[in-house]
């Protein structure tokens, strides 16, 4: 390991207080400090997605080639500007992305750097919580594939020269009906052993090896002999490339001797138990409270904040009528509420009165009160 390196750190989400983030968020995001942040400069002025990536407490753009690639050691905010079909109404969806390995400094900042962009679009956006390895649906939309990449802005290796062959081991897997995502795991060869119905790819930085599983699918196939291409173009076109196909040649292949022997776990440990439930938030007596409400959209009214988890998604639902510190804190209150709740990784979402999306109306659906 290089000189001074420390290995990151994975956070303990039950220790979550949203530090930076909290009860004077609102000295914080006032309109005139997100009109002076650079970064923001053209935020949402035209229709798609914009990334943003935290370093150092600063808002840094993000190069539009790295768009759907995210370091696990660092935090994002993604902005996504539409319009719905047949309507002239320009919406925003902003999400701050937390990877596993993200400080809490790191994610602090994006968290009220978010609500910052808010504040600065007029608090039109919907603002969205997302965790890596637990994103929403919505937000992987955005990207044709989700890669997902160990390193980050701190530890410096968010980039690999071919001369270092640094070998490393990237997972390609196809997790629904329209969506390949990649992830870099641990070079071992038990990860290829254990996922043979998917498709790896070993980069041993001037050879890259596609390693195609028995029983993997065409798309995994041509997602990752296009993610094998766009690795070698950006090491102008000097790297060779191999496809391994383990069905005819087997796990005795020389490519497969590069990754380190070592144990995978094989099965996936069950995850704690999920049930869905409701609160509301208020400070009408002077000091904050949450309390457990009788699950219904009928149980919602203006003058507060309501926590809605269905128990894969948790809503932070904010009155009209709410007051100023209970409309700025929202996302405050309910990354606090999941750091008591058995799956503190759930996405979250801060939902407007009035502007309800079908998501939200979703979750009174079909909830798991189990």
Request: proline residues 4%; glycine residues 6%; contains cysteine.
């Amino acid at each position: 390991m290089p000189g001074g390196m420390v290995k990151a750190k994975e956070y303990d989400w039950k220790d979550s207080n949203m530090a930076l983030f909290g009860s004077d968020t609102d000295k914080k995001v006032k309109k005139e400090s997100a009109e002076t942040e650079k970064a923001w400069k053209n935020a949402g002025t035209k229709l798609g997605t914009q990334v943003w990536r935290i370093v150092k407490f600063k808002v840094t753009h993000w190069d539009k080639e790295q768009y759907g690639s995210f370091y696990n050691g660092d935090s994002y905010i993604i902005l996504n500007t539409y319009k719905d079909a047949g309507e002239d109404e320009i919406k925003y969806d902003v999400h701050f992305w937390i990877g596993k390995y993200s400080t809490a400094d790191e994610y602090g900042t994006a968290a009220y750097k978010t609500v910052e962009l808010d504040t600065l679009l007029d608090d039109k956006p919907v603002q969205h919580r997302e965790v890596q390895g637990h994103e929403s649906q919505l937000f992987t939309k955005y990207f044709e594939t989700l890669t997902i990449l160990k390193g980050g802005a701190e530890t410096g290796f968010n980039r690999v020269l071919p001369t270092e062959y640094v070998t490393r081991l990237m997972h390609v897997e196809k997790v629904s009906k329209k969506k390949i995502k990649m992830v870099e795991v641990s070079a071992k060869r038990d990860k290829v052993s254990a996922d043979l119905d998917d498709v790896f790819i070993i980069d041993n930085g001037l050879i890259l090896y596609q390693v195609n599983g028995p029983e993997c699918t065409h798309d995994e196939k041509y997602k990752a002999n296009s993610e094998v291409k766009k690795i070698n173009s950006s090491r102008m076109g000097k790297c060779k490339i191999q496809v391994v196909d383990l069905s005819s040649s087997g796990e005795d292949h020389p490519a497969l001797k590069l990754l380190s022997p070592g144990e995978s776990k094989t099965e996936k440990e069950p995850e704690p138990e999920a049930y869905a439930e409701m609160f509301v938030v208020s400070d009408e007596d002077g000091s904050m409270d949450m309390d457990p409400v009788e699950w219904g959209r009928d149980g919602l009214n203006s003058k507060d904040v309501f926590i809605v988890n269905s128990s894969t998604h948790v809503f932070c639902w904010v009155g009209k009528e709410a007051s100023v510190d209970e409309r700025k804190n929202a996302m405050t209150y309910a990354h606090n509420y999941l750091s008591t709740y058995p799956r503190p990784w759930l996405p979250i979402s801060v939902i407007a009165e009035g502007k309800e999306t079908a998501s939200f109306d979703e979750a009174f659906v079909n909830p798991n009160f189990a």
